[in-house]
């Protein structure tokens, strides 16, 4: 397989799993919807860099020894099921504020770390029990013995780009003002169901079974 192949092929099955309803996208919703469009975006990053740490350990072969590997996988499934759980209750402690209260939180959003942005999406991504069998799976299909280093660096950007340009692509269909003034009018409560969507899936991680 090519490379153009290869591309299009990653890009074809990533773009359906990135577009999949999960952690990483409750996340970037409940973040642009609840602190704006710059914290959305810097979780996109987080979240884009976190897949980094798939790639890696797929490219040195290291997905299919987790993926096989009961006790890998368990210990993966507690950590990442766990910290989904906290996120969703940070979630449900969301509460109703009122405008002068809200240009106060404004303003103090603007001090929001990025960097704190980040890690919450990076952690988000990289904690995600099912990624090593996806990318098993994926890297399966386009990997060969006789693949180019510069060929796989090539597929591992790709597929962060794409993970960034679909979660950016979400932050700002959220942060657009017909959008996002219909949302802020219900802010907490959609807190709170996002918080609960994201405790379900943290509960779902840690009681399913990972084939």
């Given at each position: 397989m090519d490379l153009m192949q290869g591309l299009l092929l990653i890009t074809s099955i990533h773009l359906l799993a990135a577009a999949s309803p999960g952690p990483d996208f409750v996340l970037v919703s409940q973040q642009t919807l609840s602190n704006g469009k710059q914290a959305g975006f810097m979780v996109s990053i987080g979240i884009a860099l976190g897949l980094s740490v798939h790639i890696i350990y797929s490219a040195l072969g290291l997905a299919a020894v987790i993926a096989n590997s009961a006790t890998a996988l368990w210990t993966i499934k507690i950590i990442g099921g766990c910290y989904l759980i906290y996120l969703g209750l940070q979630g449900l402690r969301a509460k109703?504020?009122?405008?002068?209260?809200?240009?106060?939180?404004?303003?103090?959003?603007?001090?929001?770390?990025?960097?704190?942005?980040?890690?919450?999406g990076f952690l988000?991504?990289?904690?995600?029990?099912?990624?090593?069998?996806?990318?098993?799976?994926?890297?399966?299909v386009?990997?060969?013995?006789?693949?180019?280093?510069?060929?796989?660096?090539?597929?591992?950007?790709?597929?962060?780009?794409?993970?960034?340009?679909?979660?950016?692509?979400?932050?700002?269909?959220?942060?657009?003002?017909?959008?996002?003034?219909?949302?802020?009018?219900?802010?907490?409560?959609?807190?709170?169901v996002l918080g609960g969507a994201m405790i379900l899936i943290g509960l779902k991680v840690l009681t399913s079974k990972i084939n």
């Open positions: 109703a504020v009122s405008e002068v209260n809200n240009v106060i939180e404004q303003k103090a959003l603007k001090k929001h770390s990025n960097l704190a942005a980040i890690a919450k988000c991504n990289a904690l995600n029990p099912k990624a090593p069998i996806y990318f098993v799976a994926l890297f399966t386009v990997l060969s013995p006789n693949l180019p280093t510069l060929h796989l660096v090539i597929y591992g950007v790709w597929m962060m780009i794409l993970q960034l340009l679909w979660f950016s692509t979400v932050v700002a269909l959220l942060s657009r003002p017909s959008v996002n003034a219909k949302f802020q009018r219900l802010g907490h409560w959609i807190d709170r």
